[in-house]
């Protein structure tokens, strides 16, 4: 069974867009290819800052890692990143007491 994992993707303090440029392309690549085998599923740059958002469909935190250590401008030092669980949010069903259970 695959679980959700959210890849919060930054770059190192100190490192900017000038750092980051010759290596965009083998980093879209990179993405790319895990995108089309199902692993990457979805994939933003984020608006607050420089850095990205992953979300990845795979087995365990471990393939986690193992793709996202694997970008190109990890691998060259310029970029951190968190790697976070995801589940349903399945508390949200307290909210609705028994009224939930009755109009199932």
């Not at 993405?31 to 994939?43: A, I, M, Q």
Request: glycine content about 8%; cysteine-free.
């Amino acid at each position: 069974m695959f679980v959700k994992f959210l890849a919060v993707v930054s770059p190192r303090a100190g490192v900017g867009l000038a750092e980051l440029a010759p290596l965009r392309r083998a980093e879209a690549d990179y993405v790319w290819s895990h995108y089309v085998t199902g692993v990457v599923r979805e994939f933003y740059h984020r608006t607050d800052k420089l850095g990205a958002v992953l979300i990845l469909e795979i087995d365990d935190a471990q393939t986690g890692h193992r793709v996202l250590d694997g970008l190109p401008m990890l691998q060259a030092g310029l970029l951190t990143y968190e790697l976070l669980s995801l589940a349903p949010f399945t508390l949200i069903a307290d909210l609705f007491g028994d009224d939930a259970e009755a109009e199932a």
